[in-house]
């Protein structure tokens, strides 16, 4: 699999932009797109076989027809993109994207069975992250373990709306399954969709007490470019939580966090700051497949993550552990792809 350099260059000039009211987006009227020398660019760090690319964050369930027949939706949260595991295959072979993390999607809820055939059904292309059940009689806990050990899942989903009403993620159940989450080898995924803020507090707690378990956070923790001093804050304290060696970031979902339209060019400076904070060895890239279809398609969503690492000047070494080696070596653990 090619790097960036490899696929595209983006010719950018001056007059190709102009500034959007705001929040600094730009709005480009002519991108060129050619390609470039087979030649291997120089690398800042040699490494020993081609990067692989990994998307690190998307979903699937199934058609309506496997709905009907064999998987059902969850009463209510009936999707209305399609989003079978075919489909996906179609995207990703597109965008030359080699494999990807599976999270258990909201419309089957804890129903994982789905995904399941998925990943036995592909077990070298796709891994799955099952989504926490915290039902308070801790069978939550039980299942996750399941889903680790004989299912192929590597990874887990704290969603913490899901959650008994007025409860935190530092219950009891709650840390029993990041705890038991660690000892597997299974990161834990913290999807703060009404804000960082709101939860900062519980995953400092989770984290100061098992640190062995690695945490992820799910589209730069919700956290847009900031446009107040308040936001500023919330961002800063994204910054902050690099302190834990066992967090690591998702560069995912673009569209949920740009403030602006595609390519999102808004996002420059905060990858900047948060590969200077947490290194690019500790964030990966995902693109939330299939909502991000109809916000700006699928290999678009991959061309936009290598515009903005060349725009913030991530050098071609750190990109390729964005765009794969740090999902590799945390998620996949494939030796063979490993620095």
């Not at 999270?103 to 592909?122: G, R």
């Not at 804000?195 to 900062?200: I, Q, R």
């Not at 939580?241 to 390519?263: I, N, T």
Request: charged share 20%.
């Amino acid at each position: 699999m090619a790097t960036p350099q490899r696929w595209v260059q983006l010719l950018l000039t001056a007059e190709s932009y102009s500034t959007l009211s705001g929040f600094g987006c730009f709005r480009r009227n002519r991108v060129s797109v050619v390609s470039t020398s087979r030649r291997r660019p120089q690398m800042a760090t040699a490494f020993s076989d081609p990067p692989k690319i990994i998307d690190s964050h998307l979903h699937v369930w199934a058609s309506p027809q496997q709905a009907a027949e064999k998987y059902p939706y969850f009463p209510g949260q009936e999707p209305t993109l399609p989003g079978h595991a075919e489909f996906l295959l179609e995207c990703m072979e597109q965008a030359g994207v080699d494999s990807a993390l599976i999270v258990q999607p909201i419309n089957h809820k804890f129903d994982h069975s789905y995904v399941t055939s998925v990943l036995k059904k592909y077990p070298s292309k796709f891994f799955g992250c099952c989504l926490a059940n915290p039902a308070e009689d801790g069978t939550g806990v039980k299942q996750m373990e399941s889903l680790i050990s004989e299912d192929g899942y590597r990874a887990v989903r704290f969603n913490p709306y899901l959650w008994p009403s007025g409860q935190l993620m530092t219950n009891e159940v709650g840390k029993a399954m990041f705890a038991k989450a660690g000892k597997l080898g299974a990161p834990v995924g913290f999807m703060c969709m009404k804000g960082l803020d709101l939860h900062l507090s519980e995953i400092e707690e989770l984290c100061t007490e098992f640190p062995s378990t690695v945490v992820l956070l799910d589209h730069l923790a919700f956290c847009k470019p900031p446009k107040n001093y308040e936001e500023e804050q919330v961002f800063s304290k994204l910054l902050n939580l690099s302190r834990f060696p066992q967090v690591y970031v998702k560069l995912s979902a673009l569209f949920r966090v740009s403030r602006c339209p595609y390519p999102y060019e808004d996002l420059s400076d905060i990858v900047t700051k948060v590969v200077s904070s947490y290194g690019a060895n500790r964030i990966m890239w995902g693109s939330d497949f299939p909502y991000v279809v109809p916000e700006c398609g699928y290999k678009e969503a991959k061309e936009a993550v290598w515009q903005l690492l060349q725009q913030a000047r991530i050098s071609s070494s750190e990109s390729e552990w964005i765009m794969g080696r740090t999902a590799n070596q945390i998620i996949f653990n494939h030796p063979s792809l490993s620095s």
